[in-house]
């Protein structure tokens, strides 16, 4: 059974591109991650599905239930964490709980301290004085605390601590296992990778493609930075698996995908003054996966 | 009603600093009647050596300031226009609040309808004017009694006040329509402010030049408070009028809210 259903979604705004005919769906149980780059139409989706915003053309479902005119009866079963979190400053964090937790039929004040305890969240702070991972942590319960069926994550781990971070993962986890429906909005592929069974993946209002999360695992995409003593030959990383190759001196940069040890004993053959290797961008990816194929 | 009592809570604070206010500025005045009714003959006088189209502009063509009612009828305006500043700051923040402060996103995203919502919200600020009223009658019955030993009329003296309700209605309903027509409303007072003025020069206007078409769209040509005075009673085609507008602005604003895309944070 499909949780969420989303067909030729349009959303201009005025005469600006929100997104572009997006189609795809969420079945129950999974964990649908979907990434993009900021500016590529995730919220605009999102919001769209919480009828924060209406359609420009095209339709959404969710529950098998009309996004606008049942939206209602929707939201009952949502939790919803927004990329950036604002509540009413002037109220306790326990407060804004209670109140959040009052729009709900099947609240439990008891799940408010539970997942608190979880998140390390001080409850009787006033919302003002939070800072912004803090205020995450409110949004994180506040998402949570009436048990929702789908709930739909925009960005959910920024500010948050890698302790939360992990912790945050596990709650979700957790409700994975007793078959909640996720949506996972970030634009960081390796998040999601970690814990998504479907990623589609969105660039300027387009849905480009939704993959297995089982194809991207054979992708490990690396980004090298290194400098040598010596000046480096133009054609000493000739290696296959290598774009994006920038060599400039005793300098070099590129994205290599493949078995890391190849690198590894490339490396070894000359002496290293400075070695860097990270997560390249989801941009990055974009360039040199996705484009080959556009 | 759980959204009627969170708004109630965030705004008692202003209700209560805005009431004391008014009940102040009408001590204030009320003070210094004892002095202006002694010397009324001489205020009379003063006031007839003014332009005709001036003390019309004024309002004090038909009030007797020597009179307890005539002169309270007289400073009432400006009870009038701090109590329609409020309405109208109420009305317009009410609603368009959430967005100021980028708290829509919590509140759209719960199960209810964009119509609760508004409907709660309207509830709330109803209460506050109704209140305020209430609170404002009282206090002024007070200052009045304790700063003249005239009688007066009491009937009129409430059709007097009951009109700053009427009055504020209408601003507070043209402020909920205005919150909703505009995207984005960065501050409230400054616009309010400038409204209400707009709407007293436009009755300073009409009041000066009698020009009867004008009075239809001023609400403060609605409640004529020499008229009131003078007859004790409301002019029913101007209840009307205002009663239409109050309406027609709030159904507007059901409307316009239901349509409205949330700005993104």
Sequence with gaps: MNVIEIINLCKFYGKSRGIIDVSFNVEEGEVFGFIGPNGAGKSTTIRTLLSLIYPTSGSAKIFGMDCIKEGREIRQHIGYLPSEVFYYDNMKVIDLLKYSASFYLNSDKNRIYELAAIMDLDLNRKIDDLSYGNKKKVGIVQGLLHRPKLIILDEPTGGLDPLMQNRFFDLIHEEKEKGTTVLFSSHILSEVQKICTRVGIIKEGKMIRVEDIKTLEHTNYKKFKIEMKEAIPAEYFNINGISNLDVKEKAATFIFNGDINKIVEKLYERKVSNLIVEEPSLEEIFLHYYDKEA | ?265
Excluded at chain 2, 41 to 62: C, D, H, V, W, Y
């Design chain 2, 1 to 265: 009603m759980n959204i009627y009592i969170q708004e109630l809570k965030m705004s008692v604070k202003s209700l209560i600093y805005w009431t004391f206010g008014m009940l102040l500025a009408l001590m204030f005045f009320m003070l210094l009647f004892p002095a202006i009714s002694q010397d009324a003959a001489l205020m009379n006088q003063l006031i007839s050596k003014f332009p005709p189209e001036l003390t019309r502009a004024l309002g004090l063509t038909t009030l007797d300031l020597s009179m307890a009612l005539g002169f309270y009828g007289y400073l009432f305006l400006f009870i009038l226009l701090i109590g329609s500043v409020y309405a109208m700051k109420s009305g317009m923040s009410v609603l368009s609040e959430e967005i100021r402060a980028k708290t829509a996103d919590f509140l759209l995203s719960k199960p209810i309808s964009r119509n609760t919502i508004v409907t709660a919200k309207i509830m709330s600020v109803l209460s506050l004017l109704v209140l305020q009223t209430v609170f404002y009658i009282i206090g002024a019955f007070i200052v009045v009694n304790l700063t003249t030993n005239q009688l007066f009329d009491r009937t009129t003296f409430l059709l007097i006040n009951l009109s700053l309700l009427l009055v504020q209605l209408f601003f507070a309903a043209l402020g909920l329509l205005l919150s909703v027509i505009v995207r984005k409303i960065k501050t409230v007072l400054p616009i309010a402010l400038g409204i209400v003025f707009g709407f007293y020069v436009l009755q300073m206007l009409n009041q000066s030049l009698t020009d009867s078409n004008l009075a239809y769209i001023t609400p403060f040509a609605y409640f004529d408070i020499s008229k009131i005075v003078a007859t004790g009673a409301y002019e029913s085609n101007y209840l009307i009028i205002n009663t239409f507008m109050i309406l027609g602005f709030t159904i507007l604003t059901y409307i316009i809210y239901n349509k409205k895309d949330m700005p993104s944070i």
